[in-house]
């Protein structure tokens, strides 16, 4: 009889044992990327789909390969930002490649564009630069390399969509002043520096202006030729 007893007190505490170990499991965030990434969503919003904050950037859709290089960069402190900086200094090459898949795989509807607040004639200057270019200044237009819907290609190039006018005349500063940089060639450093304030202003203005297209997913690599040679997009 004792004996018989002693094991069904060992089963119970046994299987109550395992109920509280599912109740703990159950009450657990899912072990995931998406749960990991909860983090970005106060800067970056839902699955990286951007926030009312003019200086910080959608993420989704963007080429992994681009995603994946800015995560290098701030990592390393080639890009300058400290809570990037801090919040992936120990973070490894695959874990920042798979928050870059995660990012790019995800297609969260673009925003509405923004009313803008410069002239007709800026926007005028903006998307005569923008799909044009100044061969007289060495200023190629934004589409021949972020391509005819400004959606970007794989696996580096990133679109333009989606982002706020504040936004993209501080990273075009940047890259103007040297305190943005990419792997060599710098292209984006080239072009950069042959804009003036105005042409910056103008171009941040109008790109800011442009609904989503009918597909704003990047086209695939080699869907056409690049201008000249660029370090970020392995030819």
């Known amino acids: 009889m004792f004996a018989r007893t002693a094991a069904s007190v060992a089963v119970i505490i046994t299987l109550a044992a395992i109920d509280g170990a599912a109740a703990q499991t159950a009450n657990q965030p899912p072990d995931t990327m998406a749960a990991r990434v909860e983090a970005c969503t106060p800067c970056h919003g839902n699955k990286g789909e951007g926030t009312s904050d003019v200086y910080f950037p959608r993420l989704a859709g963007k080429p992994a390969g681009y995603l994946y290089n800015q995560l290098l960069a701030f990592r390393s402190g080639r890009r300058k930002y400290p809570p990037m900086n801090y919040l992936l200094e120990f973070l490894p090459d695959p874990y920042l490649e798979a928050m870059a898949e995660y990012f790019a795989g995800e297609h969260p509807p673009l925003p509405q564009p923004a009313p ?120």
């Open 116 to 235: 803008s607040e410069v002239s007709k004639e800026v926007l005028a200057q903006g998307e005569l630069l923008a799909t044009s270019g100044d061969a007289s200044r060495s200023i190629p237009a934004c589409v021949s390399c972020h391509g005819p819907a400004l959606a970007g290609m794989q696996p580096g190039i990133p679109g333009l969509l989606g982002l706020r006018a504040a936004y993209i005349s501080a990273q075009l500063g940047a890259w103007r002043y040297g305190t943005r940089t990419a792997k060599s060639p710098d292209c984006m450093q080239l072009v950069a520096g042959h804009l003036t304030e105005a042409d910056v202003t103008a171009v941040a203005a109008w790109l800011a202006t442009r609904p989503a297209p009918a597909n704003p997913a990047p086209v695939p690599k080699g869907t056409y030729a690049l201008p000249f040679g660029c370090g970020s997009q392995p030819n």
